[in-house]
């Protein structure tokens, strides 16, 4: 009944649009601090001194990771609600290959665009709460005693958070392809990986050089 008055009247559609709005706002909320971590919190952490991390890092990294990995987790979640509604719902109370999955026995351009975005989804959730908060953890607590953390650790946790913000580039593609530009074929593919890597190889050269010197920026 409560449908009937909106503009949609099928549950559906209804339900469709709220999960994309939760699983946008996760995302933003996910990929924002990823970005600061990468191209602002990484290069200010090499910069300060010691006796200033301690005092500034217990305060700051766990809100900032926080949001971080439950952003993360929210986003997978409502992705994958909304892969199921859209890919794998037929309507009517029916669970299987939608028509925007599978047109004439073969998958669809637009569910190969999709697969591409959930697959870097996937392994970029995988590493932050695998790899990256686990360590993050020790680190914030090696910090906060006065004690220098684990460097292979440190390098590692570094190392998964900089792979995923290059995964983000072609998973952005792949999330925003299906509704602008539901064509692939594999030079199409390969063009939007390489120049979504190449954009953020660019961002990493470039983030230590923006931003210390306001009057000039």
Known sequence: ??????????????????????????????IGHLYFFNFVNANFQ???????????????????????????????????????????????????????????????????????GMTCGIIMWFNVWFIIWPRQQKIIRAVR??????????????????????LSAPMLFGMLAPGHYSSINPVTAIIAVVLALATFFHLFMVAPKVGTDIGND
């Open 1 to 30: 009944m409560f449908a009937s008055i909106l503009a949609r009247s099928d549950w559906e559609g209804n339900l469709e649009l709220l999960l994309r709005w939760l699983h946008v706002i996760a995302g933003i909320i996910w």
């Open 46 to 116: 090499a910069k300060i001194e010691k006796d200033v991390k301690q005092k500034v890092n217990p305060q700051l990294l766990p809100r900032a990771l926080f949001w971080f990995r439950w952003g993360a987790m929210l986003t997978l979640i409502m992705g994958l609600a909304l892969f199921t509604l859209l890919y794998m719902y037929k309507g009517d109370g029916k669970f299987g290959p939608s028509a925007l999955w599978k047109f004439n026995d073969k998958i669809t351009d637009r569910a190969i665009w999709i697969m591409i």
């Open 145 to 166: 005693d006065g004690k220098a953390p684990d460097a292979a650790m440190v390098k590692m946790a570094g190392n998964a958070s900089k792979l995923n913000t290059y």
